[in-house]
């Protein structure tokens, strides 16, 4: 069978316009950019608290009455777990400062001054996360 050369040229872009268009969507499927999921950021626990009540409120639908008892409920947890930590703070203190005492005897000398200064800075940002509004 002998094709013409008008039938051979439509076939040749046939096949030539499936290779395009394989190539379009096979780069399209294989440079779709990665999913990005960006964990949302709280400043401090009023920020978190702020976010989910909001959410709460929303996502349910819920009443004046009951994001009242919402509230009542996360002040409770807040005060509970304030609890929790005044008992177990001595301890993780206890265990921090062991921690410390050997990081200083396998630095040099000359290091310790620093470590010292980062150990202050550290103490100071913390203190200032324990005062915070949701602590």
Do not use: C
């Not at 301890?91 to 620093?114: R, S, T």
């Amino acid at each position: 069978m002998q094709l013409s050369a008008p039938k051979v040229a439509v076939y040749l872009t046939l096949i030539f316009g499936a290779g395009v268009a394989t190539g379009f969507f096979g780069n399209r499927l294989i440079s779709a950019p990665a999913v990005s999921a960006s964990p949302t950021v709280f400043r401090n626990n009023e920020d978190w608290r702020r976010q989910f009540t909001e959410s709460m409120r929303v996502r349910l639908s819920m009443s004046d009455t009951q994001m009242k008892q919402l509230n009542e409920i996360l002040d409770e947890t807040r005060v509970e777990y304030r609890l929790l930590r005044q008992h177990y703070k001595p301890e993780m203190d206890k265990i921090h400062q062991g921690q410390v005492q050997k990081i200083k005897k396998m630095l040099q000398d000359a290091q310790i001054p620093e470590f010292d200064k980062m150990e202050r800075e550290r103490e100071e940002k913390m203190r200032a996360r324990e005062s915070g509004p949701g602590m």
